[in-house]
């Protein structure tokens, strides 16, 4: 765990961006940095954090390179927008009341407003056209007028002070179907099992708006009680998993009480359209993103980044790092879910396939810094920081079955008295009482520094060999105040596709149609901000040697984004 930085500067309510000078032609802008020293800090990426415009009419791109002829599909992507919202208000002056513009900024680089990318992709003729949108233009409104900003669900903000007073808050907690009103950005699906026979495709974003997949029209609002009342909670996962084999959509709902979180999981498909309860688990409010799934398992991780008051705090306030607090002297915890008996079968403490064990690989940190580090006001004023790396750790969980047993028959005698409520399956942890929990060991599986991982989607679930992220070139790794700026495939050498002022979002890997194909066969695709000029591109790299094969530029910026993308293959 790294030592906290107590010069950390706090946020205000109305963050402006920094004034900007020019010195021989590169945008600087002066900042004091901790020791009071003044610094001039090259900001080239610093546009790729303004607000963003969409073109919301389809548009053919200009296509530089040459496409492979068998790629064809649609691409969307999603990533903040709009970070700043200008509104009216009255100013006391000394002649009495005057009309005066504020701005509302957020304060954190995942709190932005969300834009929709679409990508049209069609290799045979080496055509690529774009359209995109701003989906949350009435939730911008809401901001214009309320000057804060008032969230309906947990999970939405990450550093954003609301300004809203604590009435308003609750009274904005009402749930609301209008897709408009909600900042949908933390991922993209197009593989929701909802659709019905004629009817026009869809994609969900997160929280989960359903929007028409060829315009980005946001349509409605999308809640998982709707399906099953026992679906319910507080905060899903933004990240579902779909099993191509069993044609299950895998996910959970969170759901607090004052001793415990329980973790409900559940499944939907076309043979169970109204979903099917998998198991319950008990365990401490913690910021859960994500979870993995294999054939035969379901994988929850608990890292000891935990809600404060039980995570009482966190339904009530609006922002998720004033609401947890990260305990180091804590474990981690894997809960090991059976798919095939749905119920829970195993704790271990420290993308998943398994074999006669189980193996996960995590993106790791030392601490929740990373995440108190990607704000605004350090992006935009150049704040002498160095992001922490990240490790990708393979972690292994062995003898499941061994392991189930002995866990079984504990929790016949060690439920604790809030899991007795529920399931055999739900037994909550605790330090002080403890119990023989086998543990997770890892090892390291790079040596680089990896963020935003993804595979060959056919490997799902499965052994693989390649990973694909966004890293650090060795220029960058050498600069304070830098952020990603390659794309970077994992292997004994690293393979590196960087420009020098580009930084890529999150890389989507599109495999070549066949069975029989190389692990690597295919392209890697990505949306860069080019700091140096100004404009971002989307860029189609060659997923075996990372080299460029075509890139095309958009008609605008579109902002710096750690947010997601997803591939829908259309047929040749």
């Not at 957020?106 to 989906?135: E, Q």
Request: hydrophobic share 35%.
């Amino acid at each position: 765990m790294t030592e906290e930085i107590s010069d950390a500067v706090e946020l205000t309510n109305f963050s402006v961006p920094p004034t900007i000078y020019t010195d021989d032609g590169i945008e600087q802008v002066e900042v004091f940095s901790a020791s009071a020293e003044k610094q001039k800090l090259s900001l080239l990426y610093r546009k790729g954090f303004s607000n963003g415009k969409e073109t919301i009419k389809a548009v053919e791109l200009k296509v530089s390179g040459e496409l492979p002829k068998w790629l064809s599909g649609e691409y969307f992507t999603v990533g903040p927008g709009t970070y700043d919202v200008k509104y009216n208000r009255m100013i006391e002056t000394n002649v009495g009341f005057e009309t005066g513009t504020t701005t509302f900024s957020m304060g954190h680089w995942f709190d932005g407003l969300p834009l929709v990318n679409r990508f049209a992709l069609d290799g045979a003729n080496n055509k690529i056209n774009y359209r995109s949108k701003l989906t949350s233009k009435k939730f911008e409104t809401k901001i214009r007028e309320h000057h804060g900003i008032v969230t309906r669900h947990p999970f939405s903000l990450f550093k954003t002070h609301p300004n809203q007073t604590p009435l308003a808050k609750f009274l904005g907690k009402k749930r609301t179907n209008k897709p408009e009103l909600e900042s949908c950005s933390a991922s993209i699906n197009n593989n929701f099992p909802f659709s019905k026979p004629g009817e026009k495709p869809k994609i969900y974003c997160q929280n989960h708006a359903k929007l028409d997949a060829y315009d980005l029209t946001p349509l409605r609002v999308f809640s998982w009680d709707e399906i099953d009342p026992s679906f319910r909670g507080d905060h899903a996962s933004p990240h579902s998993h779909f099993d191509e084999t069993t044609g299950e959509l895998i996910n959970f709902n969170m759901e607090y009480h004052p001793v415990a979180t329980k973790y409900n999981f559940f499944s939907i498909s076309e043979k169970y359209p109204k979903g099917q309860l998998i198991a319950s688990v008990m365990a401490k409010a913690s910021y859960v993103h994500s979870f993995s799934v294999t054939p035969r398992f379901i994988i929850l991780v608990i890292f000891p980044f935990y809600g404060k008051n039980a995570g009482i705090n966190f339904k009530w306030s609006d922002n998720i790092l004033d609401s947890f607090v990260f305990k180091p002297e804590e474990p981690t915890l894997f809960y090991v879910i059976s798919r095939e008996k749905k119920e829970h079968v195993a704790i271990y403490k420290s993308e998943a396939y398994e074999d006669n064990n189980l193996y996960l690989d995590i993106v790791c940190y030392d601490s929740e810094y990373i995440a108190r580090y990607l704000t605004l006001e350090n992006f935009r004023q150049g704040l002498p920081i160095r992001l922490p790396l990240a490790e990708v750790r393979r972690f292994a969980l062995l003898n499941i079955q061994r392991e189930s047993i002995k866990y079984l028959n504990n929790a016949q005698v060690n439920q604790s008295t809030m899991a007795s409520i529920f399931k055999r399956s739900s037994v909550y942890y605790s330090q002080q009482i403890p119990h023989p929990w086998p543990e997770a060991n890892y090892v390291r599986c790079s040596d680089s520094a990896l963020e935003l991982p993804a595979i060959n989607p056919k490997l799902k679930r499965r052994k693989y060999r390649y990973v694909y992220g966004i890293g650090f070139s060795e220029r960058a790794a050498k600069q304070v105040t830098e952020i990603w700026d390659s794309l970077i495939k994992n292997v004994k050498a690293v393979a590196m596709w960087s420009v020098e002022n580009c930084y890529p979002s999150e890389p989507v890997f599109v495999p070549h149609p066949g069975q029989d194909n190389d692990e690597d066969d295919g392209v890697v695709l990505s949306v860069v901000f080019d700091g140096a000029n100004v404009q971002s591109f989307l860029v189609v790299l060659d997923a075996k040697t990372m080299t460029e094969l075509a890139r095309v530029e958009l008609p605008q910026v579109v902002p710096l984004s750690f947010g997601h993308g997803t591939f829908k293959e259309t047929s040749v």
